[in-house]
């Protein structure tokens, strides 16, 4: 186990990978009109892409084409102080194509909000994580 000059553990990829698979929100950081923006989504993780559902005309279905963004979801536990936080970057792109489009429709990825009729597929690039446990 590696912990990093905060006294957290530093997770592996594969701890990574798997805390992401266990997870169905997260945060996707992109930019809109030259600033940081961060927006709450639901997520699913197909092997080593994140594909996400919004709708079509959304400011993030705009800013995520051909984009680098940053996607982050985490857990935590208040009354024990523990959790982990795992956190991605890669290229986004909007999904165009009818027939990838009607694969990732058999995802089991569903979103809260409803009129979400459009995916970002976010290519994993770097990844990393931290858990704190007392």
């Excluded at 996607?71 to 999904?95: C, H, I, K, P, Q």
Aim: one cysteine or more; hydrophobic letters at 45%.
């Amino acid at each position: 186990m590696r912990t990093d000059s905060a006294g957290l553990q530093v997770l592996s990829p594969e701890e990574c990978m798997a805390l992401l698979a266990s997870a169905r929100i997260g945060r996707i950081v992109y930019t809109d009109r030259a600033l940081p923006a961060v927006q709450p989504v639901d997520f699913h993780l197909d092997g080593e892409r994140i594909v996400i559902l919004t709708s079509s005309g959304s400011k993030l279905a705009v800013a995520a084409a051909n984009a680098v963004v940053a996607f982050e979801t985490d857990e935590y536990e208040v009354e024990t102080r523990t959790g982990w936080s795992v956190t991605a970057v890669g290229r986004s792109r909007t999904v165009d194509e009818p027939e990838e489009a009607a694969a990732l429709a058999r995802l089991p990825l569903r979103s809260w909000a409803p009129g979400r009729d459009h995916y970002i597929v976010v290519d994993l690039q770097q990844l990393s994580g931290r858990r704190i446990r007392r």
